[in-house]
């Protein structure tokens, strides 16, 4: 499913023209995010179902999301670099949409999933804090010499026929949410993106793979093909995972060019140094089946 079928950039043209009669400014040290893209030749970019923005730390991946997530208005969680001069550059971009883009749309980036697995930690500390605490209770009530007196009483009453017709350890669990099941950041993080992305809508992914292992990302990869092939989802995505960049049939923007053009994923630099390190390390991988 097509959902934003194109966008455009700001061309060194339009830039000069912000610098020469937009702006009055000279005190800022950065006008962030203009100068990013002219140098790139890089200003009409048209989707596919699945499209990916690859290339190098700080050629303008996460950028180029926040940009597309800012003009379309999509939902987002975590705060990121809004410069003096952001909402000014995203005005002057334009986005072709193909069909109105969904209210579940959203931008998920490699800081909301980081919050999600603190708010687990965090969430997780303060049950078994809370057990601690109902330990004492327990031991407390059950062997009280409380007499109900008043309906005052009442509520004291209740846990003191709990805890002298339970078990410790029914009664915490009666008085107790039960724990948040405790995975490994991996497992919970993957688990975020398939709680996170429905059927019917747009997404905007940072660097997704950040917390997952390679067997996790594999999964990711085979999760968003068939949410892209079968629940009418749009994705475009920022990586460097060699996994997902083997999507198939993904568009690729190869930003390591000049000008910035599509490759195929074999083609890449990142994926090129994995198979060059991997056949330097062949012989290695016969003799452990050997």
Same mark, same amino acid.
């Given at each position: ?11 060194e ?10 702006t009055k400014?000279?005190?800022?040290n950065t006008?962030?995010?203009y ?8 200003e ?6 699945v ?5 190098g ?7 180029l ?22 909402e000014?550059y995203?005005?002057s971009?334009r ?10 749309s ?11 697995? !603190?708010d687990?930690?965090? #969430?997780?500390d303060?049950?078994? /804090? *809370?057990?601690? @605490? &109902? ?16 309906m ?13 017709s ?7 669990k ?6 948040v099941?405790e995975?490994?950041n ?9 709680e ?5 809508a747009?997404?905007?992914l ?7 292992s ?5 999964e ?13 989802c ?7 995972s060699?996994f ?7 568009? !690729?923007?190869n930003?390591? #060019?000049v000008?910035?053009?599509? /490759? *195929?994923?074999? @083609? &890449? ?5 994995y ?7 062949r012989q290695?991988?016969?003799?452990s089946?050997?």
């Amino acid at each position: 499913m097509i959902y934003l079928n194109g966008f455009t950039i700001p061309d060194e043209s339009a830039e000069w023209n912000f610098f020469v009669y937009g702006t009055k400014e000279s005190c800022f040290n950065t006008y962030y995010p203009y100068q990013i893209f002219p140098k790139m030749e890089f200003e009409k970019m048209t989707f596919e179902t699945v499209t990916i923005f690859y290339g190098g730390n700080g050629t303008g991946k996460t950028t180029l999301l926040n940009i597309i997530a800012e003009k379309l208005r999509l939902t987002r969680n975590a705060v990121f670099n809004r410069s003096s001069f952001f909402e000014r550059y995203v005005s002057s971009c334009r986005a072709d949409i193909e069909k109105t883009i969904p209210n579940a749309s959203r931008i998920i980036t490699s800081d909301d999933v980081f919050d999600y697995l !603190i708010d687990l930690r965090n #969430l997780n500390d303060s049950i078994h /804090s *809370k057990r601690a @605490e &109902l330990f004492e209770d327990y031991i407390e009530n059950r062997h009280s010499n409380f007499r109900f007196r008043t309906m005052e009483d009442y509520e004291r009453l209740k846990k003191v026929n709990q805890a002298r017709s339970k078990t410790k350890s029914k009664y915490v669990k009666a008085n107790l949410i039960n724990n948040v099941r405790e995975y490994s950041n991996g497992e919970s993080a993957f688990k975020f993106f398939t709680e996170k992305i429905k059927e019917n809508a747009l997404y905007l992914l940072d660097e997704p793979e950040n917390s997952l292992s390679p067997k996790r990302q594999i999964e990711l990869a085979q999760f968003i093909e068939e949410a892209a092939r079968f629940y009418r989802c749009q994705f475009i995505i920022s990586t460097h995972s060699p996994f997902l960049l083997a999507l198939p049939y993904a568009k !690729i923007y190869n930003l390591d #060019l000049v000008p910035v053009t599509t /490759s *195929k994923w074999t @083609e &890449l630099e990142n994926v090129q140094t994995y198979f060059r390190f991997f056949e330097k390390h062949r012989q290695d991988f016969i003799n452990s089946f050997i």
